[in-house]
């Protein structure tokens, strides 16, 4: 079956606009987790969604940031007033259920640029 | 504070060549490790994971160890392939905690 898909794969935005990126999850898996990723960085964990239950946004690095997912399915991560230091590549993965021993499957990433 | 580091920071050796990444870890109560290959541009793979009663596990020519009393884990990468080019995450998972808390990667570059 397909993976998990992310669109667009890149964003070139200038500083001020909003963004919208999209990830499709793989069919049937209850978990869908966002991720950013700096160059040389780490993974570093934004926002994680469960079923029907409320998504744990802990790791959204500010306000701007806001994540939806709409009929267990499809997420949409908005990033408002985009700044220079939100440049990244932004990962989506989602696993069977959530958990740490689930297998967490990612998309290719959507590589945002903050001109 | 839980946190994962890896090194070396990267590592270039020749095909054929063997190579050992090495990732230490602070997490706690720990549940399993996973050690994860990273092409350029694309997400991660998982390439094993091993919990607490592990202490080795290979797939192909990738073998993993994991020491619980040390806190550490590496990864063996046999007769290198070009392909093998890439970054290794190490990535460690605590008990009753759905976060998986990241290494930076060691980037391995292979040369003909």
């Known amino acids: 079956g397909a993976g998990v898909s992310q669109s667009p794969s890149n964003k070139v935005t200038e500083k001020g606009k909003d963004v919208e990126l999209r990830c499709d999850p793989i069919?049937?898996?209850?978990?869908l987790y966002w991720y950013r990723q700096s160059l040389g960085q780490g993974l570093e964990f934004l926002i994680y969604?469960?079923?029907?239950?409320?998504?744990?946004k802990s790791g959204l690095p500010s306000d701007r940031f806001s994540a939806e997912r709409t009929g267990g399915s499809v997420s949409t991560l908005t990033i408002q007033r985009t700044q220079q230091e939100d440049s990244a590549v932004y990962l989506c993965?989602?696993?069977?259920?959530?958990?740490?021993?689930?297998?967490?499957?990612f998309g290719p990433g959507t590589r945002l640029t903050v001109t | 504070k839980n946190q994962v580091e890896q090194s070396p920071q990267s590592l270039i050796i020749l095909e054929g060549k063997n190579c050992t990444l090495q990732?230490?870890?602070?997490?706690?109560?720990?549940?399993?490790l996973r050690w994860y290959k990273q092409d350029t541009g694309r997400g991660p793979v998982s390439l094993t994971i091993?919990?607490?009663s592990e202490n080795t596990k290979s797939n192909g020519r990738y073998t993993a160890t994991l020491d619980a009393d040390t806190k550490q884990s590496s990864l063996h990468i046999t007769a290198s392939q070009l392909s093998d080019s890439a970054s290794y995450i190490c990535?460690?998972?605590?008990?009753?905690?759905?976060?998986?808390?990241w290494g930076a990667g060691t980037k391995l570059i292979i040369k003909p």
């Open positions: 069919s049937g898996h209850t978990a």
């Open positions: 990535v460690v998972s605590a008990m009753g905690n759905y976060q998986l808390i």
């Open positions: 091993m919990t607490f």
């Open positions: 969604f469960q079923g029907n239950s409320a998504p744990d």
């Open positions: 993965a989602s696993s069977l259920v959530g958990g740490g021993v689930y297998e967490q499957y």
């Open positions: 990732c230490n870890y602070t997490v706690s109560p720990f549940s399993n």
